[in-house]
């Protein structure tokens, strides 16, 4: 049996502190360790209760817990369960682990207590677990922010690959992104543009009164601004249609923290629209001049006919005979600007042929340079190789004839005419940019001048008929138009360059002759009367004026003429006995059956009979209109009397 001594000097040696324990928790025996680790004085742990080193709220739980175990007493080993908290002298706590076990000393139980400090285990435990826990932290944040960097990656990417130009603003305007597409819409770069004013940059950009001020304004309300539309200039002056649309941004509390603007350059759809616009309005002045022009021809061939046969009724030198001359005279004018007229409304004749650009214009060089006078240089400039071209020829030589007229009237002081020719393969990207031309190889003669060069507003007028800016009297207005009409109708294109003071280009496209066209059948002129007729000619015509012109000129040429003003009529005496040789008609008739229905029927009713067809409107528009279906001759009015006999002669002549 241990006595207390040996007890004692067992506590000398271990490591631990330890301490001795009576049944009623008062401290019996105490080593040197334990004194040291709860820093008492030697001795004074003697007969005190246990329970004065632990921490004071534990203190009375742990009377019953004493008491437990002196009722059951068992060895607990260190470290199970028996985590607890000490208090030193001091009144500091620190972290213990404690292992009990019963003594017993003759008839007296004991709990013999051994106390481990593991305060620096614990805080090595602490520290590895903070330490682990903000590793976790900063793997948390590592993966957020590289989260964050893949949206900003992709968001940065959609910003720049953007083809709408996208700029943000700070609250007071400064520019804090500028992508790509803004750099090429307005030519500024990024670096140029970013800590500058945003109001400011407009304001430097403005072509239109109070526009960056008015953006200003609603966008600093807070306003959105949706497809708004400006003309701004670029820092290189060019001129760009913006389509602006803007929008504030807000801080998580709501406040306005600045805007972003997307820029759309819109110069090219308003370009087309503009031109499909222009070429609308083309169309329809052309529908109404063609009409016009029309009706005037038929009046006009009525004054040149009638004129001519009062001429050669007058007596040569007689006054009488002059005054018919100046008649006539006025009424051929007349029919040239009804030509122009039709030309314009691409209804005029044309005679299409393979032509060699070159040539046309070298041999017209004596004829401009006469007309161009002194004071004005005319240079060639013509490439070599040029393809041959598709155009009437005379038509074209008119063309350029009003060309170098209207630069020889912006020259009034001299300066140069210079002519161009080349090749030009027009692609679709080209194309694209006009709302009427079709993609493919043409021939092009420009003609430049060192003139007034024209503003705007009389560039986008200039092809209109009857537009001049000429005083009274000395432009008529039709030379654009005529040009506009003939290209047109060649199925080429036009365009105008100009700049106010510095010269006008008015360049040509003609459609490259891919194969040779069919040569219409070569007329011979018949100046005479036609020996062997007293042929039979059915006219009919509704104009009565008209027709009435037709039978004197017909009839004095010595053919028998029956005339008609109606297409019933005509039918009954195609259906009489009467043998015709010609039906002359009008294919536009306005009552019931029109021409070419008609020279249908008398094909059938008088096999072999000739047709001469006659109209105010081209063949080829007859033809598009799908009028011109029949096969027959055919006179474009108004024609010249002596036209009219030589074409008879000929449809005559072709049946023998
Ligand atoms: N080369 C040019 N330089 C400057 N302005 C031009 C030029 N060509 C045409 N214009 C302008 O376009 C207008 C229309 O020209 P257009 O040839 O159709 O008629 P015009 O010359 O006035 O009369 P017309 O040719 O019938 O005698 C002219 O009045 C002029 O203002
Ligand atoms: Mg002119």
Request: aromatic residues 6%; glycine residues 8%.
């Amino acid at each position: 049996m241990p006595n207390m001594e040996s007890v004692a000097r067992f506590f000398s040696v271990v490591p631990d502190a330890m301490i001795l324990v009576d049944s009623l928790g008062n401290i019996v025996l105490a080593n040197e360790n334990t004194y040291e680790l709860f820093r008492y004085k030697m001795g004074d742990l003697g007969g005190e209760p246990v329970a004065n080193l632990l921490p004071e709220r534990y203190r009375a739980s742990h009377g019953k817990h004493l008491e437990g175990y002196f009722h059951a007493p068992s060895v607990r080993g260190m470290g199970k369960g028996m985590e607890l908290s000490a208090v030193r002298r001091d009144g500091s706590e620190f972290h213990v682990e404690i292992s009990l076990s019963p003594f017993r000393s003759g008839e007296d139980l004991f709990a013999l207590a051994a106390i481990r400090d593991i305060s620096e285990r614990k805080r090595l435990e602490d520290a590895r677990r903070e330490s682990q826990r903000q590793k976790e932290i900063a793997e948390e944040r590592a993966q957020a922010a590289q989260a964050l960097a893949d949206r900003n990656e992709a968001l940065r990417a959609i910003f720049e690959a953007s083809p709408i130009g996208i700029i943000t603003a700070a609250q007071d305007g400064t520019i804090t992104q500028w992508n790509r597409a803004a750099e090429r819409i307005y030519g500024i770069s990024s670096e140029e543009a970013m800590g500058t004013s945003i109001w400011e940059l407009n304001r430097a950009m403005e072509t239109e009164n109070d526009s960056a001020a008015v953006i200003h304004a609603e966008v600093s309300r807070g306003q959105e601004l949706r497809d708004f539309q400006i003309r701004q200039r670029r820092k290189d002056r060019k001129t760009v249609e913006i389509s602006l649309n803007s929008a504030p941004f807000h801080d998580p509390l709501g406040g306005n923290t600045g805007f972003v603007f997307l820029v759309d350059d819109i110069s090219e759809r308003k370009t087309i629209e503009q031109q499909l616009r222009q070429s609308q309005k083309m169309e329809a002045v052309g529908q109404l001049t063609g009409g016009i022009a029309h009706d005037f021809n038929n009046l006009l061939s009525i004054v040149i006919c009638n004129l001519e046969l009062l001429q050669e009724r007058l007596p040569a030198h007689s006054e009488d005979r002059e005054l018919a001359d100046l008649a006539l005279d006025a009424g051929l004018h007349g029919a040239d600007l009804v030509k122009q007229l039709l030309a314009f409304s691409r209804k005029q004749n044309l005679d299409p042929q393979k032509i060699k650009l070159n040539e046309l214009v070298l041999n017209m060089t004596n004829l401009l340079a006469r007309s161009l006078g002194e004071q004005i240089e005319i240079v060639l400039e013509m490439a070599s190789g040029v393809w041959p071209a598709v155009a009437d020829p005379v038509q074209l030589q008119t063309a350029l004839v009003n060309l170098a007229t209207n630069a020889r009237d912006a020259m009034a002081e001299g300066g140069k005419l210079v002519i161009q020719t080349g090749n030009a393969a027009l692609d679709e990207a080209y194309a694209q940019q006009f709302a009427d031309l079709t993609p493919g190889d043409y021939v092009m003669v420009a003609v430049t001048d060192t003139g007034t060069g024209m503003s705007a507003e009389t560039i986008e007028r200039a092809f209109d008929p009857f537009f001049t800016t000429k005083p009274a009297g000395e432009g008529t207005g039709l030379g654009l138009s005529m040009v506009f009409g003939f290209v047109k109708q060649s199925g080429g294109h036009v365009r105008i360059y100009s700049e106010e003071g510095h010269g006008t280009t008015v360049r040509l496209y003609l459609p490259r002759a891919t194969h040779e066209p069919s040569k219409p059948t070569p007329i011979r002129a018949l100046e005479h009367k036609h020996e062997a007729s007293r042929a039979r000619i059915l006219i009919v015509e509704d104009n009565m004026d008209l027709a009435k012109s037709a039978h004197r000129v017909l009839s004095e040429a010595g053919y028998d003429v029956t005339v008609t003003t109606n297409a019933g009529t005509a039918l009954e005496m195609l259906r009489s006995p009467t043998a015709f040789d010609v039906l002359f008609t009008d294919i536009i008739l306005t009552h019931g059956t029109n021409g070419i229905e008609l020279a249908q029927e008398a094909a059938k009713l008088k096999p072999g009979i000739k047709i001469l067809f006659s109209s105010g409107f081209s063949e080829a528009a007859l033809r598009a209109s799908g009028k011109a279906a029949v096969a027959g001759h055919f006179i474009a009015k108004p024609y010249r009397k002596g036209d009219l006999v030589s074409r008879i002669g000929s449809v005559i002549e072709g049946r023998r």
